[in-house]
């Protein structure tokens, strides 16, 4: 690569880390808001059933497994094996597709919605969580369609390196959300 390519692509990871700092500032807000909201209930939240636990764990298994698929499909096209790259690529937008599909159905059969605040900040912490999810799945999306037509290779993968780097953000974000929302 050129200096000015090599410049421009360090500008170009420079401005996602700046991107995914200011997301995980207001991330860390909606957490905080969350615990305040709970240490002040006058009453206990209801027990959440077995089935209301165990499916967003199996959704939160399912987006940790993505981060896995997305790291092998940006070693793959490093490598300049395309084949390899979309078939990883393509089981990172499959798992991300069932996370979100959890998600929604959480947003809407909230198990807190009578709770009043607490209920609402729940489904304000999915629903921005799932917004981000959706957005960043259809940049998954337009990396595995452009890749098809073989726009990436082991010289030039910006756009299969940003597409990552925002999965594993949108990653983080949630185990930080599901953490909070489930376990504590």
């Known amino acids: 690569m050129t200096r000015e390519e090599l410049l421009a692509l360090k500008n170009k990871r420079t401005l996602v880390t700046v991107f995914q700092i200011s997301w995980i500032m207001v991330f860390v807000c909606l957490v905080v808001v969350c615990l305040h909201i709970r240490g002040n209930l006058a009453t206990a939240l209801p027990e959440l059933t077995p089935v209301q636990f165990a ?38 937008i499959v798992l991300g597709g069932a996370f979100l599909a959890v998600m929604i159905a959480i947003f809407f059969y909230n198990p807190y919605l009578e709770t009043g605040l607490y209920g609402q900040i729940f489904r304000v912490m999915i629903g921005y969580h799932a917004v981000h999810a959706v957005a960043i799945g259809w940049w998954l999306i337009q990396v595995f369609m452009n890749a098809r037509h073989g726009a990436y290779s082991a010289e030039n993968y910006w756009g299969v390196e940003a597409g990552a780097r925002l999965w594993y953000f949108v990653i983080v974000a949630w185990v930080l959300f599901y953490i909070v929302l489930y376990l504590i």
Do not use: E, H, N, V
């Open 55 to 92: 499916i967003p764990l199996l959704a939160t298994l399912a987006i940790i497994a993505s981060g896995f698929t997305a790291g092998r499909a940006m070693g793959a096209i490093r490598k300049d094996d395309r084949a390899a790259f979309l078939s990883m690529w393509q089981l990172t």
